[in-house]
């Protein structure tokens, strides 16, 4: 299995800014896209923002031009800059991942983190 933990989750005053990272773990032989969702109260969970593998990006078009999502490789993890932040981006930041695992290297499957609250104040 993949486990996906994100951290940097927090209170944030508008206009601020947030860093957001999510590390995969587990026996992992290669993880395709990585992306980003969250929920806010009362509303349907939604993507954010998706890395290809190769760096290739999409975003929702409310947060276009002030986030940016990014991703190492190397280390399996996805971030997500928050730069300014508005009270509507309040959410459960959750992270994906299309993963490999090496006991089935013929299988791709999505996993999710737990998520991290992200709170704009205004």
């Known amino acids: 299995q993949v486990q996906l933990v994100e951290s940097g989750g927090g209170l944030v005053q508008a206009g601020g800014s947030l860093r957001l990272s999510c590390v995969a773990s587990?026996?992992?032989?290669?993880?395709?896209?990585m992306a980003w969702y969250r929920q806010a109260p009362g509303k349907q969970r939604e993507q954010v923002a998706v890395i290809s593998p190769g760096g290739t990006t999409n975003y929702e078009d409310s947060v276009k031009g002030r986030f940016t999502v990014s991703r190492d490789n190397a280390k399996n993890a996805i971030y997500l800059q928050m730069n300014g932040v508005k009270p509507e981006d309040t959410a459960v930041y959750y992270c994906?991942?299309?993963?490999?695992?090496?006991?089935?290297?013929?299988?791709?499957?999505?996993?999710w983190g737990e998520g991290t609250l992200v709170t704009v104040s205004s």
């Open positions: 587990g026996s992992i032989l290669s993880i395709n896209n």
């Open positions: 994906k991942a299309d993963g490999v695992l090496t006991s089935t290297p013929y299988l791709v499957n999505d996993y």
